[in-house]
């Protein structure tokens, strides 16, 4: 069993900055996939970051290449996404996941993840 914990999010201007956070507790958090998805209002869900068991590859969605980081820090049980230059189009709730059956952050769909935190706001105004 996994939890997911996501912290982090808030109302931030365009261009603006924020940094999420999921702390993760339960089985072996340092050998699986970790993701970031979102939903904005009255759109599915969609992939945002992935990252593999040791950090040494990721993976993000076209439109948020060059500003976002996915990171973690395995002693710290803690994935992380930073956010910069935010975009009106960034928000959403934004969910973090685990993929306990992959250790190669090659996931990108949401039924790769089996796992799922509560999800936090972060809003964008223009």
């Known amino acids: 069993q996994v939890q997911l914990v996501e912290s982090g999010g808030g109302l931030v201007q365009a261009g603006g900055s924020l940094r999420l956070s999921c702390a993760a507790s339960g089985r072996a958090y340092s050998t699986y996939t970790m993701g970031w998805f979102r939903q904005a209002p009255g759109k599915e869900r969609e992939f945002v970051s992935a990252?593999?068991?040791?950090?040494?590859?990721?993976y993000y969605r076209d439109s948020v290449k060059g500003r976002f980081t996915i990171s973690r820090d395995n002693a710290k049980n803690t994935v992380y996404l930073q956010m910069n230059n935010l975009k009106p189009e960034d928000t959403a709730v934004y969910y973090c996941?685990?993929?306990?059956?992959?250790?190669?952050?090659?996931?990108?769909?949401?039924?790769?993840?089996?796992?799922w935190g509560q999800g936090t706001q972060v809003a964008v105004s223009s």
């Open positions: 990252i593999s068991w040791n950090g040494g590859s990721t």
């Open positions: 996941a685990a993929d306990t059956t992959n250790p190669y952050g090659n996931s990108w769909s949401s039924s790769d993840y089996d796992y």
